[in-house]
């Protein structure tokens, strides 16, 4: 078969059952290739090759007697560190928990298995999975394939940098606050957010834990969107205390041909400026969806302010964060919160340190409230996707920047416009989709005229995860999608 070393998930899965190709043999390529390439790039940080040559073995053998495991038979991947995989470490990049070795599967990574993938290897995060740069004390610091200076992004950023660099065939990462979707526009990448609870995240946890975390999500990344809607099929699913009664199905995309999608755009906030590199991409889109002959609406906007949304969102968001602090963590915050002024309220702070504290101190009856604005705020977005299909915006305001491990982050700045702007500012973009549950793709779109890789999010109705992914597919017939970075084609 030809190079495939950036082909689709799903074509290598065809090969494989074709007899085309053997899955050990895949297994060797990536193997090679990964030694070759991912020591400048530090994306593979824990390996399991011989348990997965045997796997590669077992499944050209199975082939040999006819039996097919599942629609990702022999398919060579890796998934983020945070997932746990017997036998390897899950540490979260936290040097006290560097000895801790899984002792079961995540969930996610039992669905992949059962679908007949071979899991070789696990990415590299920021510690505690809290940054947009994956860089820790346990593992080190994740280079971006398209300029080893700069981040890619985080907290999923060791898993789309080995995609981007063709070291692996598919991956899964996770998403609170655009930690699939941020690395995925770094990196150039497709990556899937999928509706809250479509996938279970259970042993996505260094610790035993039942309950899910409030906005967490895990899902598939990949060069191809069809690779997104080949892993969310064999994914998705209710966790085993809902099984007995509950089932998924996913309700097919509501369109099949771009000119016929309902399209919001939503490209500007005060609180997140956009560089005009990136707004450039984005204006590139939407003029091949007019040419598609789609129906545009560029002035239509989610049903709550930008303040208000961004406020609720980082109010939830550091409170679902809390259930990962350690109690001398947690005890930590609440002095923090002990210490500020009931008067300061800026949308400013709910970045900061204080906006933190306050977050994750948060009593239980102002979880509730702020859980029932949320709630009727979902039911606005319902009416909002009666009119449109999809929302189109930003991932973040620039292309993948400089590594900055200040500690200090309310130092970190980062360029737009020529203007420096405040590092913790990028999270807005992903506040619509994580505050409400709802899916979102991204989406690569071209390159800046540094030669730096552009995403862009495709957000749907709860539940309409099929047609995010659809619109992307379709979009990159259109202005194209995944490209290689150049030293590693």
């Known amino acids: ?94 040097p006290p928990w560097k000895d801790n070795i899984a002792a079961d599967n995540a969930v996610l990574v039992d669905r992949l298995l059962a679908a007949g993938a071979v899991i070789y290897g696990k990415t590299n995060v920021p510690l505690m999975l809290r940054d947009s740069q994956s860089y820790n004390d ?22 789309a940098a080995a995609l981007a660099a063709g070291l692996s065939a598919l991956g899964a990462g996770s998403d609170l606050g655009g930690s699939m979707r941020n690395p995925a526009h770094y990196c150039g990448i497709y990556a899937h957010k999928p509706t809250w609870g479509l996938i279970t995240t259970r042993g996505h946890s260094p610790f035993p834990v039942m309950t899910p975390i409030d906005i967490s999500v895990v899902g598939p990344m990949a060069r191809y969107a069809d690779d997104l809607d080949l892993a969310m099929r064999a994914l998705a699913g209710p966790d085993v205390l809902e099984e007995r009664a509950w089932r998924v199905e996913l309700p097919p995309p509501r369109q099949r041909r771009l000119g016929d999608f309902r399209v919001a755009v939503w490209t500007r906030s005060e609180l997140c400026e956009i560089d005009a590199s990136v707004a450039e991409r984005l204006s590139v889109v939407t003029d091949a969806l007019a040419r598609a002959g789609a129906s545009l609406d560029e002035t239509a906007r989610p049903p709550i302010g930008d303040g208000d949304l961004n406020g609720l969102f980082m109010t939830l968001l550091w409170a679902a964060g809390v259930s990962r602090m350690t109690d001398a963590d947690f005890a930590a915050q609440q002095a923090v919160a002990a210490s500020l002024s009931p008067d300061d309220t800026s949308t400013r702070a709910d970045i900061t340190r204080a906006g933190i504290a306050r977050g994750a101190t948060l009593s239980h009856r102002a979880w509730v409230v702020a859980n029932e604005k949320r709630a009727q705020l979902r039911l606005l977005w319902r009416d909002f996707f009666r009119r449109f299909d999809v929302l189109l915006a930003p991932i973040a305001a620039t292309a993948a920047f400089p590594h900055d491990h200040n500690p200090d982050r309310e130092q970190r700045f980062i360029s737009v416009n020529g203007k420096p702007a405040r590092y913790g500012e990028q999270i807005f973009w992903a506040g619509p989709a994580s505050l409400s549950y709802l899916p979102a793709t991204a989406a690569p779109i071209g390159l800046t005229p540094d030669g730096l890789p552009v995403g862009m999010q495709i957000v749907g109705a709860e539940g309409d995860d099929l047609t995010t992914i659809e619109f992307a597919r379709l979009l990159a017939g259109e202005i194209g999608g995944f490209v290689a970075p150049p030293d590693y084609r």
């Open 1 to 94: 078969m030809d190079e495939p070393a950036f082909a689709s998930a799903t074509l290598l899965a065809g090969e494989i059952r074709d007899r085309r190709v053997g899955c050990l043999e895949l297994l060797d390529f990536f193997l090679e290739r990964a030694g070759r390439y991912n020591p400048a790039l530090n994306a593979i940080v824990a390996w399991q090759v011989e348990p997965a040559r045997e796997r590669a073995r077992a499944a050209d053998a199975a082939l040999a007697r006819g039996e097919f495991w599942g629609p990702l038979h022999g398919v060579p991947m890796t998934v983020k560190e945070s997932f746990n995989l017997i036998g390897l470490p899950t540490t979260f990049g936290n």
């Open 138 to 159: 346990v593992y080190g610091t994740t280079n971006n394939p398209w300029d080893i200076s700069r981040g890619p992004g985080g907290s999923s950023g060791g898993e």
